[in-house]
């Protein structure tokens, strides 16, 4: 089993073995709370029942990341991209989303209690989530 040092180090410089790490230790827990992951190039890692509570992914780039099922309270995802990215059934209550790239997000069943968010994120939002506001007549 790695240590968090050497999976944030694999994270940061590899991401396809990162993934291969994951497969072959059958998706084991991973503990990546309050790692520094601020501008890394996190396309398509499989971060999926991950640990990243206070993490900080400020402008990381996590479009097609898998992120299902993972920790993502109070974490720093300002400005990250997000677009395509799996976040169902995520936690990310009280996390920082303002200025995320949402579009094509799964955001199903996420727990976004207390998240902030932009207020021109919300229409993306109401996309992604299929919401539609019907007008009176």
Not at 2 to 7: A, G, V
């Amino acid at each position: 089993m790695k240590t968090k040092e050497e999976l944030i180090q694999l994270l940061k410089t590899n991401v396809s073995e990162f993934n291969e790490y994951r497969y072959k230790t059958n998706y084991e827990y991973i503990n990546l709370r309050w790692a520094n992951l601020s501008e890394a190039n996190l396309s398509y890692a499989d971060l999926s029942y991950a640990d990243l509570s206070g993490a900080d992914l400020s402008y990381a780039d996590l479009s097609r990341a898998n992120l299902s099922e993972a920790n993502l309270s109070k974490a720093d995802l300002s400005y990250a991209d997000l677009s395509g990215a799996d976040l169902s059934y995520a936690d990310l209550s009280k996390a920082n989303l303002s200025g995320a790239d949402l579009r094509g997000a799964d955001l199903r069943g996420a727990d976004l209690y207390g998240a902030t968010i932009n207020e021109s994120q919300i229409q993306t939002m109401l996309d992604v989530l299929n919401f539609k506001i019907r007008e009176d007549k």
